[in-house]
């Protein structure tokens, strides 16, 4: 036998449990969207019929996932499956998918609180992160990716900073771990939360929206607290993920000209990374949601059937972002979580208070008083 066809051999049975691993998430995500439809018919005149309602996909795919992790790291397949589950693929196409509905003329005509909100608050939730992180001893790569992921948008916002800073992907599982363990929390917290504070729906749907860490989870939040809170919260959630992008540029940088330029060659006179080596590693599905952007734009501007192409890009969004969160839950272990010990742990914490709190007062600020019945009308 060759060497060629030995490697072929070797490659046959990897190939087949990736194909195994991908139809997992598939069948996984098929029962996240037959429970989405049939739980709220179910509960029916029960007392949890407003609840099963209110719960959106990222809940039951998550929570799917999850089992399935149980399971199959019962029968010790999770490990073999995992080369399929391509969380990563899932939530960079869903992301790119997503800049589609981001209608760049709407947010630059009608969200300005929603822009100075997301200016301010990213910067001071990146700025007091990264800063406490480096207080707490973390690494450079590692804190890039939870001040990525608390003040922008969570595991998208983290994957995109994990290709601008070349982080390992150990880093990025468990920076999407944290993100996971504080969103869902806060997809009920948060609405009730608004509801004892007394918030209008404008400042409710803008504090849900600053503050949650996920798309997905801003949108069932959101729904939880009302359909006006809801659109306040996806305006806002959008305008932070349009800022992906200069947030990779720049984190990109940084690392290629400043931080991994003194930690390998201290000597000043070394020459600066090249422009190829830049772009090597510029993550580049951020292009693709930026195109994604315009055309959807430019679309619903000049084409009759705009708002139906859009729900259709729309709803193959969910599905990618429905395997995602399967893939996430899939992949979840608490042994990472155990083994980064409690540093990164606090510092998301900690992040996670300022941000409430921030956007907090920025919400009230930008959308209470003058702007309080923006979106209501």
Do not use: H
Request: net charge positive; with cysteine; hydrophobic share 55%.
């Amino acid at each position: 036998m060759t060497s060629t066809e030995e490697r072929a051999e070797q490659r046959s049975p990897k190939i087949g449990y990736a194909v195994a691993g991908v139809l997992v998430v598939i069948a996984l995500g098929a029962a996240t969207r037959f429970l989405e439809s049939q739980v709220p018919a179910w509960a029916a005149g029960t007392p949890l019929a407003k609840i099963a309602k209110s719960v959106e996909f990222p809940v039951y795919a998550i929570a799917l996932g999850l089992i399935g992790n149980a399971i199959l790291a019962r029968f010790a397949l999770r490990d073999v499956l995992s080369q399929g589950f391509r969380t990563e693929f899932f939530i960079k196409t869903g992301l790119v998918l997503l800049g589609a509905s981001i209608n760049l003329k709407v947010l630059a005509t009608a969200a300005g609180p929603a822009i100075i909100q997301a200016l301010l608050l990213i910067s001071i939730v990146f700025g007091f992160t990264w800063w406490l992180g480096g207080r707490l001893g973390l690494d450079d790569k590692l804190r890039a990716l939870l001040a990525s992921a608390v003040s922008i948008c969570g595991v998208s916002a983290a994957i995109a900073a994990a290709g601008a800073v070349q982080a390992r992907k150990e880093q990025l599982a468990y920076a999407a771990s944290l993100v996971i363990v504080f969103a869902l929390p806060s997809i009920f917290l948060l609405p009730w939360l608004a509801d004892v504070f007394g918030l209008s729906d404008a400042v409710a749907g803008a504090w849900i929206g600053g503050n949650i860490d996920t798309t997905a989870a801003v949108a069932a939040a959101g729904t939880i607290a009302g359909e006006q809170a809801l659109q306040i919260a996806t305006i806002v959630k959008t305008t932070q993920n349009a800022l992906i992008g200069i947030v990779a540029i720049a984190l990109t940088a940084y690392f290629a000209l400043k931080v991994e330029r003194q930690s390998d060659n201290p000597d000043p006179a070394v020459a600066r990374p090249s422009l190829r080596e830049f772009w090597d590693r510029f993550p580049k599905f951020v292009l693709g949601f930026i195109a994604a952007s315009i055309i959807g734009t430019l679309y619903l501007q000049f084409a009759a059937d705009g708002k139906t192409a859009i729900a259709t890009v729309n709803d193959l969004r969910t599905w990618f972002l429905i395997f995602a969160f399967v893939a996430i839950g899939l992949e979840f272990s608490l042994r990472g979580l155990k083994e980064a010990g409690w540093r990164p742990i606090a510092l998301f914490a900690a992040a996670t208070v300022v941000n409430i709190v921030a956007a907090l007062g920025l919400a009230s600020l930008l959308f209470g008083g003058l702007f309080g019945s923006f979106g209501t009308g």
